[in-house]
T-cell receptor, first 112, second 114 residues
Framework: EPEVTQTPSHQVTQMGQEVILRCVPI?????FYWYRQILGQKVEFLVS????????KSEIFDDQFSVERPDGSNFTLKIRSTKLEDSAMYFC??????????FGEGSWLTVV | GDSVTQMEGPVTLSEEAFLTINCTYT??????LFWYVQYPGEGLQLLLK?????DKGSNKGFEATYRKETTSFHLEKGSVQVSDSAVYFC?????????????FGQGTILTVHP
């Protein structure tokens, strides 16, 4: 069964450092997303991406965040200058036309 | 804005017990409704979905019916197993310009004992 894959599974970074989280969405999907889950809290929407541009973003997705689809397969989330409160599990997801969203296993980011 | 409310957890059951996890929602228009499951140490997996009123989603013995009149999408299973222990999330997507933007409930931790 096709799946969304994410790397790394776990990353520890120092406050102020840049982080790039990588994702390979399901190959025939056209819509891509990032969500995050701070430990013990709800899963929160960050951003959606379609046709090489952001289609919607949440209040969380400020200027410190950016997304990119550098080639035909990868979808990345960059955090420019990490803060302690960015520590969370980050989920990449993708969907086709059927309005069903498939998630990766997540990248756990720890900012120290 | 859109919101999803799940019953407070955690829920602890014995194997073969009946499970209900309540979920109610607030949304404009006609949302699609989902249940996702997160097993320990893993990501979110789609469990089932329903896209219009009175639809019943089902998978792995779990069922949920889209009730527009009560704005609910309760998850049920007739006989739980230890392997069902996980966190269950109810979610909706409103579609339209918010296509693909899922709004999640807070999650319900289910523990099943042998």
């Amino acid at each position: 069964e096709p799946e969304v894959t994410q790397t790394p599974s776990h990353q520890v970074t120092q406050m102020g450092q840049e982080v790039i989280l990588r994702c390979v969405p399901i190959s025939n999907h056209l819509y891509f997303y990032w969500y995050r889950q701070i430990l013990g809290q709800k899963v929160e929407f960050l951003v959606s991406f379609y046709n090489n541009e952001i289609s919607e973003k949440s209040e969380i997705f400020d200027d410190q965040f950016s997304v990119e689809r550098p080639d035909g397969s990868n979808f990345t989330l960059k955090i420019r200058s990490t803060k302690l409160e960015d520590s969370a599990m980050y989920f990449c997801a993708s969907s086709g036309q059927a309005n069903t969203i498939y998630f990766g296993e997540g990248s756990w980011l720890t900012v120290v | 804005g859109d919101s999803v409310t799940q019953m407070e957890g955690p829920v602890t059951l014995s194997e073969e017990a009946f499970l209900t996890i309540n979920c109610t929602y607030t949304a404009t228009g006609y949302p699609s409704l989902f249940w996702y499951v997160q097993y320990p140490g893993e990501g979110l997996q789609l469990l089932l979905k329903a896209t219009k009123a009175d639809d019943k989603g089902s998978n792995k013995g779990f069922e949920a019916t889209y009730r527009k009149e009560t704005t609910s999408f309760h998850l049920e299973k007739g006989s739980v197993q230890v392997s069902d222990s996980a966190v269950y999330f109810c979610a909706l997507t409103a579609g339209g310009t918010s296509y693909g933007k899922l709004t999640f409930g807070q999650g319900t931790i289910l523990t099943v004992h042998p």
